[in-house]
């Protein structure tokens, strides 16, 4: 079975500061991986996914992403973090050809002006 | 134009009662899902409709039941509501899936309160 695993709970950086979520993911196969966000009382938007090819994602927002298969991790990544960031991020897996999305447990990420 | 909408954003009731949440996608996807957040945020698939098929029922008590009357509406019904059906509950749509795999469209969200 497919599974997420997002270590941190609530991350907390100031603005401007260079953001990492992590993510890991455990699937038997080539795994296709997204991240999504949730903005207070909203429902979720894609960031970025990656399905083949280049392992460095870029996404909207600023956001990118580097699929490590050796380390089963999906991070994600933003240089410089503005307060508009803070939100709910979920990593999610799923097979190919299978309409089962997994969803990781979530990162809080606060910003400190 | 909304791509995935769902009515009512907000839902308060007593125990007891039945209480329905439509959706619906523009997008003519041919998949539709229901997901519950508990309070934690936990994302847990409830079922997926392919096409008018049930493709994914996941262990949820039979007083929740979905349906859908043509590929652009997945409406949930939940009867004999308790306390523990609180949650936040999103619809979402998908193209067939493919290769490409299963890029999902989220709608806002419904906040059930279940007093």
């Known amino acids: 079975a497919q599974s997420v695993t997002q270590p941190d709970i609530h991350i907390t950086v100031s603005e401007g500061a260079s953001l990492e979520l992590r993510c890991n993911y455990s699937?038997?196969?080539?795994?296709?991986l997204f991240w999504y966000v949730q903005s207070p009382g909203q429902g979720l938007q894609l960031l970025l996914k990656y399905f083949s090819g280049d392992t460095l994602v870029q996404g909207i927002k600023g956001f990118e992403a580097e699929f490590k298969r050796s380390q089963s991790s999906f991070n994600l990544r933003k240089p410089s973090v503005h307060w508009s960031d803070a939100a709910e991020y979920f990593c999610?897996?799923?097979?190919?050809?299978?309409?089962?999305?997994?969803f990781g447990k979530g990162t809080k990420l606060s910003v400190i002006p | 134009d909304t791509a995935v909408s769902q009515t009512p954003k907000y839902l308060v009731t007593q125990m007891g009662n039945d209480k329905s949440i439509k959706c619906e996608q523009n997008?003519?996807?041919?998949?539709m899902y229901w997901y519950k957040q508990d309070s934690k945020k936990f994302l847990k698939i409830m079922f997926s409709?392919?096409?008018?098929?049930?493709?994914i029922n996941e262990t949820v008590p039979n007083r929740f039941s979905p349906k859908s009357p043509d590929k652009a509406h997945l409406n949930l019904h939940i009867n004999s509501l308790e306390l523990g059906d609180s949650a936040v509950y999103f619809c979402a749509s998908s193209q067939v899936v493919t290769r490409a795999g299963n890029e999902q469209f989220f709608g806002p969200g419904t906040r059930l309160t279940v007093l």
């Open positions: 997008l003519g996807h041919d998949t």
């Open positions: 699937y038997g196969a080539t795994p296709y």
């Open positions: 999610a897996v799923a097979g190919a050809g299978s309409y089962q999305l997994t």
């Open positions: 409709y392919n096409n008018k098929e049930l493709i």
